[in-house]
């Protein structure tokens, strides 16, 4: 089994923003862990292309949760292939497949009340960019501890969001985390506290990744990290108990 990270770079807001979607390829399968936005698609086609696997040739895309900047190309995807199969937790079914209102968009509708004026700008062109994603059905959903390939395990994670899933493979130690914890400076942090849908869900889910004992964490926002992850897990375990 390879599990390869995509470095996927882009400008936004005058920023650089840097997102890992996974490659996994085992025994003929070919899955995708997250799939970017829109504009960056085709840079993300030629990296997979690069790494041997064409749209064609990926079996599914698992989505880690519901945010913008993990499925807004999912359309870009499904009109080249499809076929290709869409991965989720339970809790996040609905909204992946717009049954329901995704919990992004209910909690940016319910702040804008409370912005400053100077941020709601910002704000509607956000909440427009939630509602205009475009949206497909779940084909399958996984669970806590099932295998997806070989002995890659599917770990839920909530907190960030209620449906999280991070995954975890035993005999490479790696641990694909999507955005429940990210790497900012070299250094494993949470993802946009503020935006933490819930706090304690997000200990918990610390602690859970942290009784794996990853050597190597694949972060979806700053990249690969290889340093004392449990040791940077307990830090953030304190921080946010108190």
């Not at 064409?54 to 519901?66: A, W």
């Not at 130690?173 to 849908?197: F, M, R, T, W």
């Amino acid at each position: 089994m390879e599990i390869l990270p995509i470095q996927l770079d882009l400008n936004i807001d005058e920023r650089t923003e840097t997102i890992y979607p996974v490659l996994i390829k085992c025994d003929g399968y070919n899955y995708l862990v997250d799939c970017g936005y829109s504009v960056t698609f085709k840079e993300l086609k030629r990296k997979l292309e690069e790494n041997g696997v064409y749209i064609k040739d990926l079996t599914g895309i698992v989505i880690t949760h519901d945010d913008i900047d993990h499925i807004e190309s999912l359309k870009h995807f499904k009109e080249e292939n499809p076929n290709i199969s869409i991965l989720s937790s339970v809790d996040e079914k609905d909204s992946i497949s717009g049954k329901e209102k995704s919990e992004r968009l209910r909690q940016a509708e319910e702040g804008y009340a409370f912005l400053p004026d100077e941020h709601r700008d910002w704000a509607t062109d956000f909440i427009q960019s939630l509602k205009s994603i475009s949206r497909y059905d779940v084909d399958q959903t996984l669970e806590d501890n099932e295998r997806l390939v070989e002995d890659l395990k599917v770990i839920t994670t909530p907190g960030h969001t209620k449906g999280h899933l991070s995954l975890f493979d035993p005999v490479s130690q790696i641990l694909i985390s999507g955005d429940a914890v990210v790497l900012e400076n070299q250094k494993i942090v949470v993802a946009n506290p503020h935006y933490c849908l819930n706090l304690e869900d997000m200990i918990d889910s610390l602690r859970k990744i942290q009784d794996l004992s990853p050597k190597k964490v694949i972060c979806y926002h700053g990249g690969v990290f290889e340093g004392d992850v449990n040791g940077a897990l307990e830090e953030l375990i304190k921080l946010y108990s108190k």
